[in-house]
């Protein structure tokens, strides 16, 4: 869907939507293959990767991007040039493995610009700091940073 039509009609869907937003999340599913709880506020589903799920009650601050697309370490070089067809290096677009998606339990909160990798779980009730990058799962109930 054309991008600005996309954005009128999520504009519209949150008018007309009920407080827990059930036609937004069932939207973000169905078109982004994301599944985001009840009440779970704050987040931007284009900084969120297919196939993450974020629990109920989560707050989100702007900027965080969760589960995105790692460079494949088991090749010559991470550069994109030996794995895309339209760099000219490769016949064919080359697929690598990527971690499972990351997962956020219930009542997490995530600080601004906080970056949570492909294949990590955020424990029930977690906190995360601003600006941090969570490369291990974390624990319920504990707070991260840095």
């Known amino acids: 869907m054309n991008y600005y039509i996309e954005k009128m ?12 937003h059930c036609k937004m999340r069932a939207y973000i599913e169905k078109n982004y293959g994301i599944k985001i ?7 931007n589903f284009r900084d969120i990767a297919k196939g993450t799920q974020i ?3 989560c707050s989100i601050a702007p900027g965080v991007k969760i589960g995105l697309m790692n460079h494949p ?4 070089s991470s550069h994109p040039f030996l794995y895309y067809a339209n760099r000219g290096f490769c016949a064919s ?20 610009n906080a970056v ?4 990590v779980r955020l424990g ?5 700091g601003a600006g941090a990058v969570v ?10 940073g840095g």
Request: proline share 6%; no cysteine; aromatic share 16%.
């Open 55 to 57: 629990g109920a009650f």
């Open 93 to 112: 677009d080359r697929e690598f493995t990527q971690k499972e998606p990351a997962i956020v339990e219930d009542d997490v909160w995530i600080g601004t």
């Open 116 to 119: 949570i990798l492909p294949g």
């Open 135 to 144: 490369t291990k799962n974390i624990p319920p109930y504990a707070i991260a």
């Open 9 to 20: 009609y999520l504009k519209w869907l949150r008018s007309t939507d009920s407080k827990d």
């Open 73 to 76: 370490m088991n090749y010559v």
């Open 124 to 128: 029930k009730g977690a906190v995360i």
């Open 37 to 43: 709880g009840k009440y779970t506020y704050g987040y």
